[in-house]
């Protein structure tokens, strides 16, 4: 069978194909309706909405570190200047000025992708004011003796930035709890349901989660079978092989 299928040279087309165009063998497409029918593919056409908008704040998330985010958007900020015209150009490592401003830019685009009807459900009991174009608390602390950061503090609604934030606090605290981290970002932040939504952000930290993981029990082995066996006394023994263990100054 294979050595006239190697024969046959199939390979090499219709023998017709070799001569002129002209003594090709012609024949008519026959159409029939049914027959394009049987080959024609349904399409269906389904609208999803997904609600997986990419807001503007989510292209600042190239990072997992709050600090890495932070250097890049100052260098994303200086190059914005550097390309001005009659700009003073800035050069070498990033100075503070540059990475305060940059946090003031994460901070707008944290406030600005804040849902206007959830900051409306706060307007009756918290007063809001605008410095620099950011967003900031009036407290009943005017009057004491604090930074002004700690009496008006910068309003930090729920973002994934936040996430970055809180993560970078957490750590630098040495993994401390809800609270302590909590009342760090206070000192500069009002987090509009701070509590639940550090305790949320702090459930992803993984070295937490190890050292709070808890303890596994697992199922008693059985008995051997020669303590479970009825026998005469002393027909099965047993030896402790331990033994008094010495100690540290010769004590045993
Ligand atoms: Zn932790």
Same mark, same amino acid.
Request: hydrophobic share 35%.
């Given at each position: 069978?294979?050595?006239?299928?190697?024969?046959?040279?199939?390979?090499?087309?219709?023998?017709?194909?070799?001569?002129?165009?002209?003594?090709?063998?012609?024949?008519?497409?026959?159409?029939?309706?049914?027959?394009?029918?049987?080959?024609?593919?349904?399409?269906?056409?389904?609208?999803?909405?997904?609600?997986?908008?990419?807001?503007?704040?989510?292209?600042?998330?190239?990072?997992?570190?709050?600090?890495?985010?932070?250097?890049?958007?100052?260098?994303?900020?200086?190059?914005?200047?550097?390309?001005?015209?009659?700009?003073?150009?800035?050069?070498?490592?990033?100075?503070?000025?540059?990475?305060?401003?940059?946090?003031?830019?994460?901070?707008?685009?944290?406030?600005?992708?804040?849902?206007?009807? +959830?900051?409306?459900?706060?307007?009756?009991? /918290?007063?809001?004011? !605008?410095?620099? #174009?950011? @967003?900031?608390?009036?407290? &009943?602390?005017?009057?004491?003796?604090?930074?002004?950061?700690?009496?008006?503090?910068?309003?930090?609604?729920?973002?994934?930035?936040?996430?970055?934030?809180?993560?970078?606090?957490?750590?630098?605290?040495?993994?401390?709890?809800?609270?302590?981290?909590?009342?760090?970002?206070?000192?500069?932040?009002?987090?509009?349901?701070?509590?639940?939504?550090?305790?949320?952000?702090?459930?992803?930290?993984?070295?937490?989660?190890?050292?709070?993981?808890?303890?596994?029990?697992?199922?008693?082995?059985?008995?051997?079978?020669?303590? +479970?066996?009825?026998?005469?006394?002393?027909? /099965?023994?047993?030896? !402790?092989?331990? #033994?008094? @263990?010495?100690?540290?100054? &010769?004590?045993?």
């Amino acid at each position: 069978m294979l050595s006239d299928l190697l024969q046959s040279k199939w390979c090499e087309g219709p023998g017709w194909l070799y001569n002129n165009e002209e003594s090709w063998p012609c024949s008519e497409v026959s159409e029939t309706l049914d027959e394009a029918f049987l080959e024609q593919h349904k399409t269906v056409v389904t609208n999803l909405a997904t609600g997986n908008e990419v807001r503007f704040g989510d292209r600042f998330l190239y990072f997992l570190s709050y600090k890495k985010i932070l250097r890049m958007t100052a260098y994303v900020l200086r190059f914005c200047n550097n390309i001005k015209r009659n700009s003073s150009k800035l050069v070498n490592s990033l100075s503070c000025e540059e990475i305060q401003k940059a946090e003031e830019t994460l901070i707008k685009i944290m406030q600005s992708e804040w849902p206007s009807k +959830i900051r409306e459900k706060y307007k009756d009991a /918290i007063q809001f004011f !605008e410095e620099n #174009g950011i @967003l900031k608390v009036q407290t &009943g602390l005017i009057l004491s003796q604090d930074q002004e950061d700690f009496t008006h503090p910068t309003v930090l609604p729920d973002h994934p930035l936040l996430e970055r934030l809180v993560l970078h606090t957490h750590r630098s605290l040495m993994h401390a709890g809800v609270l302590t981290t909590l009342a760090q970002l206070r000192e500069k932040f009002w987090i509009p349901k701070g509590r639940r939504i550090i305790r949320a952000i702090l459930r992803q930290c993984i070295k937490c989660k190890r050292l709070t993981a808890g303890k596994v029990n697992p199922d008693p082995a059985p008995l051997p079978h020669d303590r +479970i066996h009825r026998v005469a006394a002393f027909q /099965i023994t047993g030896a !402790e092989l331990a #033994g008094p @263990l010495s100690m540290r100054g &010769g004590s045993e």
